[in-house]
């Protein structure tokens, strides 16, 4: 007697293909021919990217090392920092145009040039200095999707401070287990979020995760909802208050490639969160590969 076998049947399948428009292939930044290089030398392919998209502050000799598998490391000799590639490179030609169109809840809007970005970025990492937050020092982001959240991390960029960033809808409970295992320094949140017109008590949130995380030095807190929050003198600060008076300028500390960039973390769901560690030049590597590629971003665009 055979045992049945569970089994997903396919009740419909698509074999159509839509191929794009001739003019929009005219202009695609690539074709096909990507594939074979890649295939050909995909080592020389990475490397090429590199260098093309890459602002160094110096340009690494080696693409590979795989002396060490399977501990792999790229560019290794390279020196580099993501927030002047993503900041102080507009400024060549002034920084007046946009960074980021904003919009959060209904009639909440904002519009950030690069020269706005790159000020509060400054501001925000003498601040984080000026709380102790050094190269390699740790910090946990858990804000919602507003401004300030790429701020925090290109200033923790900026340091050379790895962040990671935990989803701001996630409890008290997960949000103290990645700041245990990551043994953050600061957290950088929010008195509330908004989700579905409602407020999320972040800073409530944060409060009971900090009562267990010892590792934590000061919580950065955004005003964003306007909400009754609980309030730690000598740890609590605003983020207005630790703007207020900083210089608009700082320059990028200068970072290995093989440098860790941020700490992501697994869901938790079948077991304790892990978190996923990415370095900094291969990082900014697949991302601009990525918006030059896949989402056809032209240079006139970014």
Known sequence: MTEKKNAIEALFAEERTFPPPAEFVAQANTGPEIYEEAEKDYVAFWKKQAMERITWFKEPTVALDDSEKPFFKWFADGEMNISYNCLDRHLETGGDKVAYYWEGEPGDARVITFRELY????????????????????????????????????????????????????????????????????????????RRGKVFPLKENADAALA???????????????????????????????????????????????????????????????????????????????????????????
């Open 212 to 302: 267990v995380c010892p590792t934590i030095e000061k919580c950065v807190v955004v005003k964003r909802c306007d909400n009754e929050v609980e309030w730690t003198e000598g740890r609590d600060v605003w983020y207005h208050d630790a703007l207020e008076g900083q210089p608009a300028e700082r320059a990028a500390e200068v970072l290995n490639a093989e440098d860790m960039l941020y700490i992501l973390y697994t869901s938790g769901t079948t077991a304790k969160p892990k978190g996923v560690v990415h370095t900094t030049a291969g990082y900014l590597t697949g991302a601009t590969a990525t918006h030059h590629y896949v989402f056809d971003i032209k240079p006139d665009d970014i």
């Open 119 to 194: 000020e509060e970025v400054c501001q925000f990492a003498n601040a984080l200095a000026d709380m102790g937050v050094e190269k390699g020092d740790r910090v946990a982001i858990y804000l919602g999707m507003i401004p300030e959240l790429p701020v925090a991390m290109l200033a923790c960029a900026r340091l050379g401070a790895p962040h990671s960033v935990v989803f701001g809808g996630f409890s008290g409970d997960a949000l103290a287990q990645r700041i245990q295992d990551a043994e953050a320094k600061v957290l950088i949140t929010g008195d509330g979020a908004y």
